[in-house]
């Protein structure tokens, strides 16, 4: 594998800190990596085993600009992303894992981003698990994952939310070349919040693996929020299975009929 410059950061923020101990529960088992590994919150720190680098933004400005603050305080080329409500299901694959590395130092100068969760994916294979994504591509960004950091703070905008980061991201990297993706994740994941609320489906995953979750820290989603998710679910793997030339004619229509913005 070879030895490039590049950190984990666990993105959170103390609000979230209900979900810190489920989520070191399951990191501190499957975590294998020899990387240095930042937690980013406002003002509070888990309780774990793993050596953390702490970065502590203080008062919640907005959600860009704390970003911004956390990505300025990392030393390393490029940082492996990822959030505290997606609970590690499976070990870190260390062969994945050395294959992207391998993959960035060649490709360094271009690679911009490199997804790890091996759901939005290219057509054209640059080396065995990894692909190129098109020019145009719906979902084209997205937060978690492999960035170049010194572009990945030039390319946040000032007052965006995660949300409109990805939205807009993906409009905004729609004509910039080097973004890469693993066809199959470098490890497992299971999302337990949506929008603020426990997901059932996984919250029975947990109880049923003995996490420590606090069932009363947060609501769970009602019938209607879990339809709505299952729609949405559908329409993304519905849109993901389009062919690339036509995906963005449909992505754009099926917004307008649903008025999805």
């Known amino acids: 594998m070879q030895d490039i410059s590049l950190a984990l950061l666990i993105l959170s923020c103390d609000k979230y800190s209900d979900l810190w101990s489920g989520y070191f529960y399951q990191f501190e088992k499957n975590f294998n990596l020899e990387v240095p590994v930042y937690f980013a919150s406002n003002n509070l720190t888990p309780n774990t085993s ?13 959600w860009s600009s704390n970003f911004k603050k956390v990505l300025m305080e990392i030393e390393e080329k490029f940082v492996f992303i990822t959030l505290e409500d997606l609970y590690p ?4 694959s260390l062969e994945l894992f050395s294959e992207a590395c391998n993959f960035i130092s060649r490709s360094s100068l271009e690679l911009k981003q490199l997804k790890c969760s091996g759901v939005v994916r290219g057509k054209e294979m640059v080396d065995e698990h990894i692909s190129r994504l098109p020019r145009g591509l719906p979902y084209r960004v ?12 030039s390319f946040i905008k000032d007052e965006e939310n995660p949300w409109e980061f990805e939205v807009n991201g993906s409009s905004r990297a729609a004509d910039i070349e080097g973004f890469f993706a693993m066809t199959i994740p470098i490890y497992e994941t299971v999302n337990m919040v949506e929008k603020g609320f426990w997901i059932r489906e996984s919250v029975r995953w947990a109880l049923n693996n003995d996490l420590p979750i606090n069932l009363n820290s947060r609501h769970l989603k009602n019938w209607r929020q ?7 679910n559908y329409y993304f793997n519905f849109v993901m299975k389009i062919n690339y030339a036509r995906r963005k004619k449909i992505v754009d229509l099926i917004k307008k009929i649903l008025i999805i913005h």
């Open 50 to 62: 793993i050596p953390l680098r702490m970065i502590q933004t203080g008062e919640e400005l907005n």
């Open 89 to 92: 299901k499976s070990p870190f």
């Open 142 to 153: 997205t937060l978690c994952g492999i960035w170049n950091r010194e572009f990945l703070l």
């Open 226 to 232: 879990e339809a709505y998710s299952k729609i949405k």
